[in-house]
T-cell receptor, first 113, second 114 residues
Framework: EAGVTQSPTHLIKTRGQQATLRCSPISGHTSVYWYQQALGLGLQFLLWYDEGEERNRGNFPPRFSGRQFPNYSSELNVNALELEDSALYLC????????????FGPGTRLTVL | KQEVTQIPAALSVPEGENLVLNCSFTDSAIYNLQWFRQDPGKGLTSLLLIQSSQREQTSGRLNASLDKSSGRSTLYIAASQPGDSATYLCAVTYSGAGSYQLTFGKGTKLSVIP
């Protein structure tokens, strides 16, 4: 069974540009979570999607947004990129949110120059 | 504020030793606790999930315990090997807010010396 997949593996952008990151959950999982892992800051929760709806977001500005498609894959968009957005972005999926473990993808390394 | 703390931040042990990693959390109202392993620049590998009603979980050389009342969990690694070298992360799903994201500690970086 395939795990969580993310694309691209690496992404290099300049300040002010937009970045789009993609995630495919494990087959059958309807919940998708996005996390940011910036150097020295640890893993921070960004967004949670379930059944096509945004259910919760972390303490990030509105230029971080996303969506979940009917096949439960998800995309994270970051507008007006800033240098401090450089980080590893991790996607996770789960089956039943309050019971089952979250499985993580390999991440997308975003570098903003 | 709901937080997760991991001590120590780094640990170095000789191969073959048994070791314990510690995790504490500020609020006992949790759904579950998960331990992960992260290799440099990589994603997270789930090691063990403990539901709030459970006291421990075991997988191979790993044993995780949960004491919800005191807000503590430990990850015990038996007979450590150089391949166990990685950062170990503890994460909690807090209940009550209607959301199920993980709150992470900053991790313990483990080095197992051959």
């Amino acid at each position: 069974e395939a795990g969580v997949t993310q694309s691209p593996t690496h992404l290099i952008k300049t300040r002010g540009q937009q970045a789009t990151l993609r995630c495919s959950p494990i087959s059958g999982h309807t919940s998708v979570y996005w996390y940011q892992q910036a150097l020295g800051l640890g893993l921070q929760f960004l967004l949670w999607y379930d059944e096509g709806e945004e259910r919760n977001r972390g303490n990030f500005p509105p230029r971080f947004s996303g969506r979940q498609f009917p096949n439960y894959s998800s995309e994270l968009n970051v507008n007006a990129l800033e240098l401090e957005d450089s980080a590893l972005y991790l996607c996770a999926s789960s089956l039943v949110p309050d019971r089952d473990e979250q499985f993580f993808g390999p991440g997308t390394r975003l570098t903003v120059l | 504020k709901q937080e997760v703390t991991q001590i120590p931040a780094a640990l170095s042990v000789p191969e073959g030793e048994n070791l314990v990693l510690n995790c504490s959390f500020t609020d006992s109202a949790i759904y579950n606790l998960q331990w992960f392993r992260q290799d440099p620049g990589k994603g997270l590998t789930s090691l063990l999930l403990i539901q709030s009603s459970q006291r421990e979980q075991t997988s191979g050389r790993l044993n995780a315990s949960l004491d919800k009342s005191s807000g503590r969990s430990t990850l015990y690694i038996a007979a450590s090997q150089p391949g166990d070298s990685a950062t170990y992360l503890c994460a909690v799903t807090y209940s009550g807010a209607g959301s199920y994201q993980l709150t992470f500690g900053k991790g313990t970086k483990l080095s197992v010396i051959p």
